[in-house]
C-alpha cells in the first residue's frame, strides 16, 4: 500500500512538472495570451515572440539580440541571442517528464524494477540539465 502511495504521488508531481514545461513550450507565438515575459509592446516566449498583434513564426533559435535593439536592456545583444538558443531545453525537458511519468505510471501495476530505474533516469535526465550550467 505505501508503494501505491508514493508511486501515485511520484507521478501527480511529474504530471504536474510535465503541464508547467508544456505550457512554457506552447508560449508566445502559439498561445499569444501566455508569455514568459512582456516589455512594453513585446511579448516573448520560447519559440518566438509578438509585437503588439503582429507575431514571428515559431521557430528555433530566437535571436532576442535582434529585437527592441533600441532599447535599454540589461544583457548585451550576443549573450540574449546566447540565452534564446538555451531555450530548447524546456521542450526536450517536457519529453523527458513524460516518459518519466510514463514509466513511474506504469510501475503502478507492474513491479518490475527496470520501471522503477528507467523512471529515475528520465526524472533525473528531465530536471537536471536545465540547472547545469554552460
Do not use: E
Amino acid at each position: 500500500m505505501r508503494h501505491a502511495i508514493l508511486t501515485s504521488f511520484s507521478t501527480l508531481l511529474l504530471v504536474v512538472a510535465l503541464v508547467f514545461l508544456v505550457l512554457a513550450t506552447i508560449s508566445t507565438p502559439v498561445a499569444k495570451g501566455l508569455h514568459l515575459a512582456a516589455s512594453l509592446s513585446y511579448t516573448y516566449g520560447i519559440l518566438g515572440y509578438c509585437d503588439g498583434s503582429d507575431c514571428s513564426s515559431a521557430t528555433y533559435p530566437i535571436l532576442f539580440g535582434d529585437i527592441q535593439s533600441d532599447a535599454d536592456w540589461f544583457l548585451g545583444t550576443s549573450i540574449r541571442n546566447t540565452l534564446g538558443k538555451t531555450f530548447i531545453v524546456a521542450p526536450i525537458a517536457a519529453g523527458l517528464a513524460f516518459l518519466a511519468a510514463l514509466f513511474t505510471f506504469l510501475s503502478l501495476f507492474l513491479r518490475a524494477s527496470a520501471l522503477k530505474i528507467l523512471s529515475l533516469i528520465f526524472a533525473v535526465l528531465a530536471f537536471a540539465p536545465p540547472h547545469l550550467s554552460p
